[in-house]
């Protein structure tokens, strides 16, 4: 039987030769990943009423990343609960206070193609990036795995999306989901598996990658997936992990597909998303009249380290506008160490940026919010009205290399022509 990447894994977990879609399975879990806001202070009260432990703390990561920095008492509170339950509990993987957990959970070296995973987060496809089948589920859902090491699943079908080609210089993943969101609506993927295929997608860095899998969300999908080759072994490799066979996890040719949808990636240019909506975007040229008050380079689809590397790449020898407030809030503390090795902390320092913690922060909606009636452009991967700010505030999205450029012109601006 001819099997997508999705189905050979779901196969896996399932202790199966294959699978079909839309069949019901019991699938093992490899790894559970939830933080501090999806995390103990969820589960610990339903494990103690059920008189439940945890089925295999070896398999469980747990991120402190939400409500840092912890500067009120609620956020101390549950900080300090994660902790302790980390400890009692007996969780070996326990990151704390070092990063966004999706990024964490990549540099650390839990992921590894065929791996099926759940996260107690929304953004949890990020693992597709590796190969891996991972997506997010709700506390209830991450009781059940917690203490039975299981999951019930639909199997999925495929929608392939193929990028042939190479993109443009200033172009990037977050441009290609902005896109994609608009082009198929934030249901486009239909709570289904999305596959990343074509000769742009395999040349793209693992970074860059996880953005894609990550706004597989966005899209709707309950999954989004990259086979893995010799740039996510190589990762992995400097992750620490040895040995990687991609050779498995490829999908047939030929095997059924909900919907096939091939690009041209020369055509696509940088992209913003309108508030309120990913799929609200347009060719930023369309926006150039809008003046911001803030540029924010953060969260996980938008502050990793290649990420800094494209907003430095804008900002060498420029300054934000006056007038235009530069947040930097990099996503793991690990990036932030190699941004400045590189020197790609001092290009944004130069250029006036205020670094803000290693955390979700601002694109959570915790801690430091934006003001009512700000107009920012924002490298998170949502701009739903309220979520970042007052119901007035308007948050545009865009790559980091869009963002950092509309810094520079004091309003939302192609950054093609400032590239060094």
Excluded at 97 to 122: N, R, T, Y
Excluded at 164 to 181: E, I
Aim: hydrophobic residues 45%; charged residues 20%; proline residues 5%.
């Amino acid at each position: 039987m001819l099997q997508t990447l999705a189905q050979k894994i779901v196969a896996r977990a399932a202790g199966r030769a294959a699978v079909t879609p839309g069949e019901i399975v019991t699938c093992r879990v490899d790894l559970a990943m939830f933080h501090d806001s999806s995390g103990p202070r969820r589960l610990q009260p339903m494990l103690e009423r059920l008189g439940a432990t945890v089925w295999d703390p070896a398999r469980i990561v747990l991120v402190t990343d939400h409500y840092l920095p912890a500067e009120d008492e609620e956020s101390r509170n549950i900080v300090r609960l994660t902790r302790d339950w980390a400890k009692s509990a007996g969780i070996r993987n326990f990151h704390d206070s070092i990063g966004i957990c999706h990024v964490v959970l990549a540099e650390k070296g839990h992921l590894q193609p065929g791996l099926f995973a759940v996260g107690g987060d929304s953004h949890s496809p990020t693992g597709g990036a590796f190969g891996a089948y991972m997506f997010g589920v709700g506390a209830t859902e991450m009781l059940g795995v917690v203490v039975t090491g299981e999951i019930w699943l639909r199997v999925p079908d495929t929608i392939l999306i193929e990028w042939d080609g190479r993109f443009g210089d200033g172009v990037s993943a977050k441009d290609v989901m902005l896109f994609l969101c608009t082009r198929f609506g934030l249901d486009g993927g239909r709570y289904q598996a999305v596959e990343y295929a074509g000769s742009a997608i395999r040349a793209l860095p693992m970074q860059e990658r996880m953005t894609l899998a990550n706004m597989t969300a966005e899209l709707g999908g309950q999954t989004g997936l990259i086979a893995p080759d010799d740039t996510t072994r190589a990762f992995l490799e400097q992750a620490g992990v040895h040995e990687v066979d991609c050779r498995p996890w490829h999908g047939d040719a030929g095997a059924p597909l909900l919907e096939h949808h091939v690009f041209d990636a020369a055509t696509l240019g940088p992209q913003v998303a309108a508030p309120h909506s990913p799929a609200n975007a347009r060719p930023v040229a369309e926006f150039d009249n809008v003046r911001i008050d803030v540029a924010y380079i953060g969260a996980c689809t938008g502050a990793k380290l290649e990420d800094l590397r494209m907003a430095a790449r804008v900002l060498d020898g420029r300054r934000a506008a006056p007038g235009v407030e530069l947040l930097v809030a990099p996503a793991s503390r690990q990036d932030q160490e190699q941004a400045h090795a590189e020197g790609v902390l001092g290009v944004l320092e130069a250029a006036g940026a205020q670094f803000l913690a290693n955390a979700c922060g601002v694109c959570a909606g915790y801690g430091r919010r934006f003001d009512a009636d700000q107009t920012v452009i924002s490298s998170t991967a949502r701009n739903f009205k309220g979520r970042m700010g007052a119901p007035s505030t308007e948050v545009f999205l865009g790559s980091p290399y869009t963002v950092a450029a509309s810094a520079v012109a004091g309003r939302i601006a192609d950054p093609r022509g400032l590239l060094q």
